[in-house]
């Protein structure tokens, strides 16, 4: 009857296992503290039910005889260290650790085998009896063997370790390691996980990225550089080609203030001058969209002023010979794209409607609600155009050569739902509305390609509304600090 009463003591510490295990797997993991306090309160019950019913883990087991007794009871003083190993390691992380930081996982592991390594010495001591000494020289001579066999991977363990410890880089940062760039998206005891620009996951062994040429591009985290490089021919004058870069840096609003961008000669040939023009974002997420547009703005404003891009002069095709004889008005018209149905003779003639308009920095070329009396085409310069939020003006984009303005006011007489004013000194091509209506028309590719553009800057003005940030109340403490 005892022996039946010890059995059913010894099958009810395993059912205290296995509550313990099904309260920690269906408690939700956010609710760390919860965890913690739960899985510490049944290792209490659980110390107390198996000293209660006369197992001690410091001790073999009390039923030698019994073969069935003795290796339940063994099991059980075995299973309580590796319960008190998990329980120390789930309190540690809990109170030392934040479970979301990547850096502190690698030393939660760490400390976690070496808790489960005391725990396994102890119970091979303490409730098996086995000689630990010999054991301990043992496992130390086949650490040796292993630490030989393994030093690329222990390597990578140190490596990871001190890339923690040092944290050069962090998951979400923009890195260069050697000749790989790409998104940090995870850091492991092993190796950092790279995705590149391709979409491929690039992997690189910590110790390789301890031994390598680091480019950390997030850090600071709010000034990422920018750069393109242009070839002019050496002809050229550079003060020239610097001044057209500094136009296209500033036509977009995405670069910051401070730093501020400019534009400088990098190389000097005999054949070419290299340029480089730079500036700063606030992301790094916007690198390749913005030097996509540097690239395109460069390209517009160095044509504008007259430069062309390449080492010599090539020879020219039918077309470029005769565009080389053509006007800026003409070169414009053959540009822009809402004029791409005209045909030649009709651009010619357009070209001869159109009227030199010049304009200083600062000077606002369209007012807001001003209904424009013909279409003007920006030949050289930077322009901003601001919307309306209801409150104030806002600058919703800044506009360079090729681009145009008044479409409102050509095709219903409508006013203007933008302020249209230069950031530089201006230079624009201006078309009567009466002269251009006439090709309105006669061509209706014309007509809906300016009404495409109009749905365009309407869907830009409503994007930036939409964008607008929510004024937070202030409460509490906050309106007590302002008021005071």
């Known amino acids: 009857m005892v022996e039946h009463l010890h059995i059913y003591n010894l099958i009810a510490t395993f059912l205290l296992l296995a509550l313990d295990l099904l309260i920690w797997?269906?408690?939700?993991?956010?609710?760390?503290?919860?965890?913690?306090?739960?899985?510490i309160a049944l290792f209490l019950l659980f110390s107390w039910w198996i000293f209660a019913i006369g197992i001690s883990p410091l001790q073999p087991s009390p039923w030698p005889d019994d073969v069935a007794l003795n290796m339940l009871s063994t099991t059980?003083?075995?299973?309580?260290?590796?319960?008190a190993a998990r329980t120390l390691t789930v309190a540690v992380s809990a109170m030392f650790f934040n479970r979301g930081a990547h850096g502190a996982r690698?030393?939660?592991?760490?400390?976690?085998?070496?808790?489960?390594?005391?725990?396994?010495?102890?119970?091979?001591?303490?409730?098996?009896?086995?000689?630990v000494k010999g054991l301990l020289a043992?496992?130390?001579?086949?650490?040796?063997?292993a630490g030989l066999a393994l030093r690329s991977t222990l390597s990578d363990l140190f490596s990871g370790v001190v890339l923690n410890t040092t944290k050069p880089y962090e998951v979400d940062d923009y890195v260069q390691i050697d000749n790989i760039k790409g998104k940090v998206i995870d850091i492991d005891w092993r190796a950092t996980h790279l995705m590149t620009s391709h979409g491929s996951m690039a992997v690189i062994p910590n110790a390789v990225v301890a031994n390598a040429k680091l480019l950390n591009f997030s850090r600071p985290a709010d000034t990422?550089?920018?750069?393109?490089?242009?070839?002019?021919?050496?002809?050229?004058?550079?003060?020239?080609?610097?001044?057209?870069?500094?136009?296209?840096?500033?036509?977009?609003?995405q670069l910051s203030h401070s730093p501020p961008a400019k534009a400088?000669?990098?190389?000097?040939?005999?054949?070419?001058?290299e340029y480089e023009a730079k500036g700063f974002i606030s992301s790094m997420a916007q690198h390749t969209e913005v030097r996509n547009q540097l690239f395109d703005l460069a390209h517009r404003h160095l044509e504008a002023a007259g430069i062309k891009l390449g080492h010599t002069t090539q020879s020219l095709t039918a077309q470029a010979a005769a565009a080389r004889d053509w006007s800026r008005q003409r070169l414009l018209l053959e540009d822009v794209k809402i004029f791409r149905?005209?045909?030649?003779?009709?651009?010619?003639?357009l070209a001869q409607e159109m009227h030199v308009v010049e304009c200083q920095p600062d000077q606002v070329i369209l007012e807001y609600g001003e209904v424009s009396e013909s279409l003007m085409i920006v030949s050289t310069g930077v322009i901003s155009l601001a919307v309306h939020d209801s409150e104030r003006l806002v600058e919703a984009t800044r506009m360079g050569p090729g681009e145009v303005l008044g479409e409102e006011g050509i095709l219903a007489d409508a006013p203007s739902r933008g302020q249209f004013r230069?950031?530089?000194?201006?230079?624009?091509?201006?078309?009567?509305?009466?002269?251009?209506?006439?090709?309105?028309?006669?061509?209706?590719?014309?007509?809906?390609?300016?009404?495409?553009?109009?749905?365009?800057?309407?869907?830009?003005?409503?994007?930036?509304?939409?964008?607008?940030?929510?004024?937070?109340?202030?409460s509490g403490f906050l309106r007590w600090l302002t008021n005071a």
């Open 25 to 39: 797997y269906f408690t939700p993991a956010i609710l760390v503290l919860r965890r913690t306090v739960i899985r």
């Open 76 to 83: 059980i003083a075995v299973v309580w260290w590796f319960f």
């Open 106 to 131: 690698l030393f939660q592991d760490i400390i976690g085998a070496a808790i489960f390594l005391v725990a396994i010495v102890a119970a091979a001591g303490y409730v098996m009896q086995l000689p």
């Open 138 to 145: 043992t496992s130390g001579g086949m650490a040796i063997v």
């Open 224 to 253: 990422h550089g920018v750069s393109i490089t242009l070839q002019v021919p050496a002809d050229t004058r550079p003060g020239r080609v610097i001044e057209a870069l500094e136009r296209a840096l500033q036509g977009t609003r």
């Open 264 to 273: 400088s000669v990098k190389k000097l040939t005999m054949e070419y001058t």
């Open 341 to 349: 149905s005209l045909t030649s003779v009709q651009k010619d003639q």
């Open 422 to 474: 230069c950031i530089t000194g201006c230079l624009l091509f201006r078309i009567d509305k009466t002269a251009l209506r006439n090709y309105l028309e006669d061509i209706g590719e014309l007509k809906s390609a300016l009404n495409k553009l109009q749905l365009f800057r309407q869907g830009v003005r409503q994007s930036l509304l939409l964008q607008k940030p929510v004024e937070v109340k202030k």
